[in-house]
């Protein structure tokens, strides 16, 4: 008898158990069908109305939505203009809550990277979806941008044909909900330039070429030539420890009539964002004399700079260290050797370019 009762106690509790797993499944599934589910930001301007909000949906959420609607919203709520962002799954209700409501900011962060042009800045934009491709760089180059910037800002040459070289590298935080989304996030770089670049420096532009004279340089540089060189370094050197007497080498070069000799600036003429230039697209147009930005054949610093430089670079420039090297390199190891001589130069190939 008690094996009896056993058996009929096990068959008793799995019964129940199915009808436990049952009712679980069943609750489930209620809940996913009367839950919505968007797995992205949505961009709703003035004047769009709630297909915005479907386009984004499920073919059986948009329509079980729409029925929703028509039951407890005979005429269409109002629906405000922002970016809306759905983290977790919202019932119908708490969804139509949810969107009849301005909405709340959304913040994104977007990190230039130091050494990138605008070409690069473009793509990581395009990259995330927040412009079209071209919209950033379009918006950096237009007249009208450049005018109202150099009203903002006079240490901006009166001669730009672009802002990029003045758009400070860094991470920076873009409410997607005030909209204009490039239009803040260059505002947010020039100003930290000001703030990072020019403002504690100003004394060492204004007194760089007083400088230069001191050290017996025959020949002067404005801020945008300064950018220049420094936007080079910044691409030629990733150590700051080496930066300052980089920056001087590259003075003793222009003081000699030398070229500058800088591979990377090439690239910039070449209309490529930076991770495509590589060692061997360089070498593959080394001897490209049709691009004014290739310094081993045209002389003198490039027609502009080529990327954003850091405070780094700059203060590199402005601080240059006296050296008597015109030459240098780097082994596989990223560790510089420099020379005073082509026979030096030629030397430290010979041991560290193997």
């Not at 056993?6 to 009712?23: P, Q, S, V």
């Not at 000799?261 to 070498?283: H, M, N, R, W």
């Amino acid at each position: 008898m008690p094996v009896v009762f056993g058996l009929f106690f096990m068959l008793c509790f799995m019964k129940l158990g199915r009808y436990i797993l049952i009712t679980v499944v069943v609750l489930i599934s209620l809940y996913q069908l009367n839950t919505i589910q968007i797995n992205k930001d949505i961009v709703v301007s003035k004047g769009d109305s709630y297909d915005v909000f479907f386009r984004a949906m499920s073919w059986r959420d948009a329509n079980m939505m729409k029925i929703y609607l028509k039951l407890h919203y005979p005429q269409d709520p109002t629906v405000y203009p922002g970016v809306y962002r759905f983290e977790k799954p919202l019932s119908y209700g708490n969804f139509l809550e949810t969107i009849s409501v301005p909405p709340q900011p959304v913040m994104v962060k977007i990190t230039l990277l130091e050494g990138w042009s605008t070409r690069d800045a473009d793509a990581l934009l395009v990259k995330k979806w927040y412009i079209t491709p071209g919209e950033y760089r379009s918006y950096v180059t237009n007249p009208d941008t450049i005018k109202a910037a150099i009203v903002t800002y006079p240490f901006l040459p009166d001669t730009l044909t672009s802002l990029e070289w003045f758009l400070y590298p860094d991470t920076y935080h873009i409410d997607l909900n005030k909209g204009k989304m490039v239009e803040q996030l260059v505002q947010l770089q020039l100003q930290t330039f000001l703030k990072k670049v020019r403002s504690p420096n100003q004394d060492a532009f204004v007194q760089f070429n007083a400088k230069l004279q001191k050290d017996s340089f025959d020949f002067k540089m404005s801020t945008y030539s300064i950018v220049k060189l420094a936007s080079i370094i910044e691409n030629e050197e990733k150590n700051n420890q080496n930066k300052q007497t980089i920056a001087g080498v590259f003075l003793n070069r222009i003081y000699n009539g030398m070229q500058l000799g800088a591979d990377v600036t090439l690239c910039y003429g070449k209309s490529i964002t930076y991770d495509q230039c590589t060692p061997s697209f360089i070498v593959e147009n080394l001897y490209d004399e049709t691009n004014p930005y290739n310094t081993r054949r045209q002389m003198g610093l490039p027609p502009t700079p080529i990327s954003n430089p850091t405070l780094q670079s700059i203060e590199a420039v402005l601080n240059y260290k006296m050296t008597n090297y015109v030459y240098y390199l780097h082994d596989a190891n990223g560790k510089i050797y420099y020379g005073a001589t082509l026979q030096e130069h030629n030397i430290n190939k010979e041991r560290y370019l193997k």
